[in-house]
């Protein structure tokens, strides 16, 4: 099977690397910067197509590893070549192999196929894919040899329903982009504190890295550590004094998840004097909120 991809940014680059390396068969890349898809075939010692096309008629699977916006532009301009047979796979995390409108009609088979991993480097990112989680979605036929496909090269996959998309992009969103909002949040209430932005990065770096490396080692309930886990009210209620709105809110409702995986932790140990406050603190920024709405 050859596999040709049209778009050569990260993700294209990266999956096009890491299967060229597994001995899979690329037949290259197409992309509307030719500039772009000619450094790809290059990096990947594979072909340079410049029509969409040439691109079509080389390959047995098309992967579409373009922006979100653009998948239905690029799905578009594809149903007018001969793709009976062939599989169509974009690499959206957010979006359903119901992006390809029509496929079943014109013999094909769509699939949603996404590696969870933040792709961060079109020169790096394939050596560090390998123990990523891919997902996959879409037409029954195929979704099998999707699965073993992957797995053969060593990732572990799962098969999710399209409904399940949108809630399987947020739990991403949440453990990767959400967390660096959360980092932003913890330099600005340091520079509050005197800190200049570099030292307080600095400041933070460890802390970050080692917390991060125990909840993905040891889990969740295990690396809980602070005053949720303590049920320590008095210095949650300090820092809720201290802290301005956004923050606040944001404390407050993260602490609220927190409670429940300390209960986990210690089933003896009496929350509930913890778990009121916080709700009662959440209620009031809520009531606070619509009355400023009204």
């Not at 898809?37 to 079509?56: D, I, P, V």
């Not at 009609?105 to 991993?117: D, E, K, R, T, V």
């Not at 995986?261 to 406050?277: C, M, V």
Request: one cysteine or more.
């Amino acid at each position: 099977m050859r596999i040709g991809f049209v778009g050569a940014g990260k993700v294209g680059c990266t999956l096009g690397k890491y299967m060229v390396e597994h001995n899979i068969c690329v037949s290259g890349y197409y992309s509307r910067s030719r500039e772009s898809a000619r450094w790809a075939s290059e990096f990947t010692h594979t072909n340079c197509y410049e029509t969409l096309e040439g691109l079509a008629l080389s390959s047995e699977t098309l992967f579409l590893t373009v922006p979100d916006g653009a998948i239905k532009e690029v799905w578009n301009d594809l149903k007018q070549y001969a793709l009976e047979g062939k599989c169509i796979c974009h690499c959206s995390g957010a979006m359903s192999s119901a992006a390809f409108s029509g496929i079943d009609q014109m013999g094909a088979f769509g699939y949603s196929i996404h590696p969870l991993f933040a792709v961060h480097s079109r020169l790096q990112s394939y050596r560090e894919i390998s123990q990523a989680y891919f997902t996959i979605e879409g037409a029954e036929k195929h979704v099998e040899f999707w699965k073993e496909f992957f797995e053969a090269l060593g990732n572990p996959v799962c098969v999710i329903q399209p409904e399940g998309k949108i809630l399987y992009h947020s739990a991403a969103v949440f453990v990767s982009n959400l967390v660096t909002g959360l980092f932003e949040t913890g330099i600005e209430l340091l520079q509050k504190c005197g800190f200049e932005r570099e030292s307080g990065e600095e400041a933070l770096r460890t802390l970050f890295l080692n917390h991060c490396h125990s909840v993905a080692t040891s889990g969740v309930v295990e690396s809980l550590t602070g005053p949720v886990e303590r049920a320590d009210l008095a210095t949650v209620q300090k820092h809720l004094w201290a802290l301005p709105g956004r923050e606040r809110e944001i404390y407050v409702r993260l602490s609220e998840v927190l409670v429940e995986i300390a209960r986990q932790k210690h089933p003896k140990r009496n929350y509930e004097e913890l778990s009121r406050f916080l709700r009662k603190s959440r209620e009031s920024e809520q009531a606070r909120e619509r009355e400023e709405v009204s």
